[in-house]
């Protein structure tokens, strides 16, 4: 375990996909103790409209507590996917994000939304549906305040099935982005055929597109793809002025990146957000 500890920094995603069946058993069982520990924590990015400049939204992205500092998603969400764990983990930043909602309302702040990043293996196999309609209920979400973060690959594997609970969480009030558009095996046929509200951005094509000429073309595109079809668009990864600066010309409608703030506990976003009002 120490040895698969050290090397996890560095591993990328089929390396700890490939790591030995039995290391991948010990470590399920240390995310399942991690959220009976409640050693998980969300951190909140502030998402800008760019017409005005105000906090919209909030993307809630997981942590996991180790000691001094955290260990990033991307490095446990994959094993809690293959293990089935995303399952209980994803009620809880579902419930936990409820949560930081009615504290937002509590500050006068009941009109931003929340983001949540919604696994395609909590899609398919959880009843999602029914968790946001009690989670709705219980801490009385207004329609709209909560929006779910979808990846390409959900809308690969089980198109009809995916496109069923989007139009189910839709009409449950629940907002729709698809998450990263470009990066994977991005369809124009996902666009035009499932209900969405948002086109995020992957943040591959906002790097330096005040001046990188493709990425300018990319992001021209999207955002007039976007425009034609109806939807949202969010840039991700701003992290400079003259980014933005470039996004809020082009017609880009959302950002979200370093340069607006990096994700941190809810009660520090909510300060930023109180002294940008
Ligand atoms: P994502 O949904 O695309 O989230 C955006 C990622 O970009 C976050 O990484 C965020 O911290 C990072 N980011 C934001 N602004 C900047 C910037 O200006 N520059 C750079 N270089 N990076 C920026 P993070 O938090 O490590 O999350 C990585 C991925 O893990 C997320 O990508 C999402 O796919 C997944 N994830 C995070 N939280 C959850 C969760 O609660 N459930 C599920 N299923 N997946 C999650
Ligand atoms: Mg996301
Ligand atoms: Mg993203
Ligand atoms: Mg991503």
Known sequence: IQAWQEQVPTLAYDRVMAVQAAERLVLARRIRRALDREEFELHYQPIQRLSDGRIVALEALLRWRQGEGYVPPDLFIPLAEASGLIVPIGRWTLEQAARAHVRLAERGLGDVAIAVNVSPVQLLADDVLEAIGELRERYSVPRGALHVELTESVLMRR????????????????RISIDDFGTGFSSMAYLRNLPLDYVKIDRAFVREVHIDQRNASICRALI??????DLGTIAEGVESAEELAWLRANGCDQAQGYHIGRPVPLEQVIGLIQAAA
């Open 159 to 174: 198109p009809q099935v995916a496109r069923m609970r989007m139009l189910e969480l839709r009409v449950a009030g629940v």
């Open 224 to 229: 007039s793809l976007a425009r034609g079809l």
